[in-house]
């Protein structure tokens, strides 16, 4: 399965947007690019996919590279109820099940 | 609203306890998927199923079985509960058609489970 990189850690100001990177230098032209978000003691939450296009909907943005081998996933407005760990998933083939990475963990200060 | 439920958030067992984890959508979803989550080691699936009565291993079906009698439900089964099968046990569902790779999957909220 191809991997993805993101930073362990972010933090943010409240009402501020906030830019999520990710590396996938070895996608494939099939893979999609999810991006879900966990809140503490919760099940994760979807909140945005791409094929190649940029996205948008009313939770964020996902800007993907041109060579897809990076995405970016945009929260417009910070608010504290966005402090998640956020992941960044690449899903192919027939199966579509989800392999987490470690994520990025964003703080959202007041 | 959609929904994913879990029959229970937490839940404690002894080992060797035949353990029964049970998951409802309400989406008419045709595929539904059995997940642990563990420190440090991300969401490993353990069993998922695309139809009625069908099912298939996922990566960690080692100690676990399923069942799947009614679309809506979806049931993880350890038949002897032991103390590596503390974890979070998450449930999530998807819609068929559009390619199951460009599906959004909805996930229940949990089930901390227990073994001591």
């Known amino acids: 399965d191809a991997k993805t990189t993101q930073p362990n850690s972010m933090e943010s100001n409240e009402e501020e947007p906030v830019h999520l990177p990710c590396n996938h230098s070895?996608?494939?032209?099939?893979?999609?690019i999810h991006w879900y978000r966990q809140l503490p003691s919760q099940g994760p939450e979807y909140v945005i996919h791409?094929?190649?296009s940029n996205v948008n909907n009313r939770m964020a943005s996902l800007a993907i590279a041109e060579d897809r081998k990076s995405s970016t996933l945009i929260l417009h407005r910070a608010t504290l109820r966005d402090a998640a760990v956020y992941y960044c998933i690449l899903i192919g083939g027939s199966q579509g099940n989800l392999i987490f990475g470690k994520g990025t963990k964003l703080s959202v200060k007041p | 609203d959609v929904k994913v439920t879990q029959s229970s958030r937490y839940l404690v067992k002894r080992t060797g306890e035949k353990v029964f984890l049970e998951c409802v959508q309400d989406?008419?979803?045709?595929?539904m998927f059995w997940y642990r989550q563990d420190p440090g080691l991300g969401l490993r699936l353990i069993y998922f199923s695309y139809d009625v009565k069908m099912k298939e291993k996922g990566d960690i079906p080692e100690g676990y079985s399923v069942s799947r009698e009614k679309k809506e439900r979806f049931s993880l089964i350890l038949e002897s509960a032991s103390t590596n099968q503390t974890s979070m046990y998450l449930c999530?569902?998807?819609?068929?058609?559009?390619?199951?790779?460009?599906?959004?999957?909805?996930f229940g909220p949990g089930t901390r489970l227990t073994v001591l």
């Open positions: 791409g094929l190649t």
């Open positions: 999530a569902s998807s819609p068929r058609g559009g390619g199951r790779a460009g599906n959004e999957q909805f």
């Open positions: 070895t996608i494939s032209g099939t893979d999609y």
């Open positions: 989406m008419d979803h045709e595929n």
